[in-house]
């Protein structure tokens, strides 16, 4: 099974400011990585595929990088509604598909 | 529009059973691999059970493996989690998810707003 990690747990941010998050796989798996946002009571929902490649309206302001193991999902500035809890998720060695513990964004 | 709705939670014993439903609208199911994934309120996500388009393979977490029975009924666009011998640690919010086709990628582009399952006495 491929772990997932992400850090740090929780990353207190002010409105306007960048917002850098990392995931950290235990194997390689290319470049098969999602990011998904996550707000109180409402589903995920997917922000970033291909580990760089927005989905279809995610803002500009999101963007992904990383290969292999290593990898960042970068807010670069905050708006207030995406305050949220965030996953990234590999796709790439399955079953299972698997999923990091997640990062919760907050205001500072 | 293009949604998933599941439907089927509640609370249910230890060692009892839940059927979940997912309704899918606005895409044909055939089309789609599907999965189930499930999350304690407050905590991660965890996936739980695939199925192919077709509904010729499957796939399950380990710890639910002998337990829970995915399936789907294309022509009603449905999808299904058949849940037995129900263990409190099965309690948590149950997603539909579809998983992307045609992109090259295999990622979760479509989630419903879930079903909450509760194991308890």
């Known amino acids: 099974e491929t772990v997932m990690t992400q850090s740090p747990a929780t990353l207190s941010v002010s409105p306007g400011e960048r917002a850098t998050l990392s995931c950290r796989t235990s194997?390689?798996?290319?470049?098969?990585l999602a990011w998904y946002q996550q707000k109180p009571g409402q589903a995920p929902r997917l922000l970033i595929y291909?580990?760089?490649t927005r989905a279809t309206g995610i803002p500009a302001r999101f963007s992904g990088i990383g290969s292999g193991t290593e990898f960042t999902l970068t807010i670069s500035s905050l708006q207030s509604e995406d305050f949220a809890v965030y996953y990234c998720q590999q796709y790439d060695k399955w079953p299972p598909w698997t999923f990091g513990q997640g990062t919760k964004v907050d205001m500072k | 529009e293009v949604q998933l709705v599941e439907s089927g939670g509640g609370l249910v014993q230890p060692g009892g059973s839940l059927r979940l439903s997912c309704a899918v609208s606005g895409f044909t199911l055939s089309s789609y691999w599907m999965h189930w994934v499930r999350q304690v309120p407050g905590k991660g996500l965890v996936w739980v059970s695939r199925m192919n388009s077709d509904g010729s393979s499957t796939s399950y977490a380990d710890s639910v493996k002998g337990r829970f029975t995915i399936s789907r009924d294309n022509a009603k666009n449905t999808l299904y989690l058949q849940m037995n011998s129900l263990r409190a640690e099965d309690t948590g919010v149950f997603y539909c998810?579809?998983?992307?086709?045609?992109?090259?990628?295999?990622?979760?582009?479509?989630w419903g707003r879930g079903t909450l399952v509760i194991v308890s006495s």
């Open positions: 291909g580990a760089s």
């Open positions: 998810v579809r998983e992307t086709t045609g992109t090259g990628e295999w990622y979760f582009d479509l």
């Open positions: 194997q390689s798996i290319s470049s098969s």
